[in-house]
């Protein structure tokens, strides 16, 4: 079993900042991909920013203005967003996709996901 926890969330004016987290632990052999997703309200859930093995790409929306970052010896992926737009409001989501230590068999997993509130 792998966890994923978030932090970081909250409610922030248009144009404010905000940094999450996602730490990874248990049984974890290697992590090829770490991203971030957002889901709003009646919305589908869409892929934010991608990290993997050193790659790093970003939803149109996102560009410019969010930063994945990740430290591979904490298992732990960023993502700082400035310029914050009421748009950006929704539950977001960190993703993990690795291989498990022990049986080396691969594994996906989610966050709980933590609320970022864009509004005046």
């Known amino acids: 079993q792998v966890q994923l926890v978030e932090s970081g969330g909250g409610l922030v004016q248009p144009g404010g900042s905000l940094r999450l987290s996602c730490s990874a632990s248990?049984?974890?052999?290697?992590?090829?991909?770490m991203d971030w997703y957002r889901q709003a309200p009646g919305k589908q859930r869409e892929l934010v920013a991608a990290?993997?093995?050193?790659?790093?790409s970003y939803a149109t929306s996102v560009k410019g203005r969010f930063t994945i970052s990740s430290d591979n010896a904490k298992n732990t992926v960023y993502l700082q967003m400035n310029g914050l737009k009421p748009e950006d409001t929704a539950v977001y989501y960190c993703?993990?996709?690795?291989?498990?230590?022990?049986?080396?068999?691969?594994?996906?997993?989610w966050g709980q996901g933590t609320q970022v509130t864009v509004s005046a």
């Open positions: 993703n993990a996709k690795g291989y498990s230590s022990g049986n080396f068999k691969p594994f996906d997993y």
């Open positions: 248990g049984s974890i052999f290697s992590i090829n991909a």
């Open positions: 990290s993997s093995r050193g790659t790093t």
